[in-house]
Every structure is written in structure tokens, then in C-alpha cells.
């Protein structure tokens, strides 16, 4: 099946610090995620962005999809920015596969 | 939030036990998943359902078994709880798969939080 690598494995900035979240795929897709798991374990949707730019607040993503990678960006980061983030995809005629996460640490 | 409850939310069980893990959602998706988290991984699929009584394995579908009588409710069962299926599972939701019949963005459930003894 697919891979899925994410970098950095661990993240730890100050509050107010902006960071650049990378995710790398095998093959084509058809659906790309970005998760926020919080730390009460609940997922919750960042972005569903297969290709192209969206921005949400202070979160926006990108998905250059014929170079196979996307890339999570948070600015003026807050401690309730704390947590993992996964980006999972799904390639055609696959599962979705997630990979391992950026572990995210906002210090006050 | 998508309408996605999982029941129950903690279990304790022995190994050799059968559990059983229930997926309720109330957006009427045909696609439903079951995922297992473990320290370290990402989720991982073990079955998903195409529809009422449709089920299909997933990456890590030994030992589980599924059901989906209703729309609704998709059901997770450990046959014989082992301590290896210690885990936190949860339960997705979708309109399509491939994306070409509405979206395929998933939404989970809280999880369920399984200790196996």
C-alpha cells in the first residue's frame, strides 16, 4: 500500500511561533487529511485537501499532489495548538493510510 | 461536528472474553471504518462496511469480525480477546470511497479505550 512519512517526528516552539508541518506520499491520491488529535485523544478535521491551498484562521495547508507531499502550516501558534497531527491519505483503490504524526508541544 | 457516537467509550475485559464495540452515526453515510491507534502508529484499518450487510478487511482484520445490519450502526467483535487488541479503536464515517459519488473526507468518532487482561 501506500507510505506515508511525516517530519518533524516532535515539534516543541514557544507561543506565538509559527511552524511548517511536512507530509510526504508514495503514490497517487485521491483524498489527503490533515487530523489535529487533541490531547482527550478525540480527531478532529483540519483540512480534506487532495490538491491545491486552503486556509482556515491560523491553519492553512497545501497539496502539491504530482510531487506527492503536503505541507500543514500554523502561525502565532497557541498551547491549545498542542497535540498530533496526522496526515492520512488514500491512494486509488486504496485505504486510507495515516501516517505516524507530528508530535506538537506550544509552550506558554 | 459529524453525528458519530461510539459505545462504550472504556472497556475492561480478560483474555478469551468476546467483546463487542458499536459505531452509531446519524448522517446517513454509506461508508462506515473501524480503526485500532496503538503507541507510536497512526490508525490502522481493520474492516469497513459498503452498505447494509457489505463488510471488507482491512490492513489488520485478523481476530476482528464486523456486522452492519442497519445503516446506522456498524458492529466491531473480538471473538477471543487477546491482550495484543489492547487498543483505542475508532469508528469512521463517509459519503463515498473513491470520491467520484460525494466525498470521501472521513470523520471519526471519540474512540473507544479497550484494556484486554
Known amino acids: 500500500g501506500i507510505q506515508v512519512e511525516q517530519s518533524p517526528p516532535d515539534l516543541i516552539l514557544q507561543e506565538g511561533a509559527n511552524s511548517t508541518l511536512r507530509c510526504n506520499f508514495s503514490d497517487s491520491v485521491n483524498n489527503l487529511q490533515w487530523f489535529h488529535q487533541n490531547p482527550w485523544g478525540q480527531l478532529i478535521n483540519l483540512f480534506y485537501i487532495p490538491s491545491g491551498t486552503k486556509q482556515n484562521g491560523r491553519l492553512s495547508a497545501t497539496t502539491v499532489a504530482t510531487e506527492r507531499y503536503s505541507l500543514l502550516y500554523i502561525s502565532s501558534s497557541q498551547t491549545t495548538d498542542s497535540g498530533v497531527y496526522f496526515c492520512a491519505v488514500v491512494g486509488l483503490g486504496d485505504d486510507m493510510r495515516f501516517g505516524a504524526g507530528t508530535r506538537l508541544t506550544v509552550k506558554p | 461536528d459529524a453525528g458519530i457516537t461510539q459505545s462504550p467509550r472504556h472497556k475492561v475485559t480478560e483474555t478469551g472474553t468476546p467483546v463487542t464495540l458499536r459505531c452509531h452515526q446519524t448522517?446517513?453515510?454509506?461508508?462506515m471504518y473501524w480503526y485500532r491507534q496503538d503507541p507510536g502508529h497512526g490508525l490502522r484499518l481493520i474492516h469497513y462496511s459498503y452498505g447494509v450487510k457489505d463488510t471488507d478487511k482491512g490492513e489488520v482484520s485478523d481476530g476482528y469480525s464486523v456486522s452492519r445490519s442497519k445503516t446506522e450502526d456498524f458492529l466491531l467483535t473480538l471473538e477471543s480477546a487477546t491482550s495484543s487488541q489492547t487498543s483505542v479503536y475508532f469508528c469512521?464515517?463517509?459519503?463515498?470511497?473513491?470520491?467520484?459519488?460525494?466525498?470521501?473526507?472521513?470523520?471519526f468518532g471519540p474512540g473507544t479505550r479497550l484494556t484486554v487482561l
Open positions: 469512521a464515517i463517509s459519503e463515498s470511497y473513491t470520491g467520484t459519488s460525494g466525498t470521501n473526507e472521513q470523520f
Open positions: 448522517e446517513n453515510h454509506r461508508y
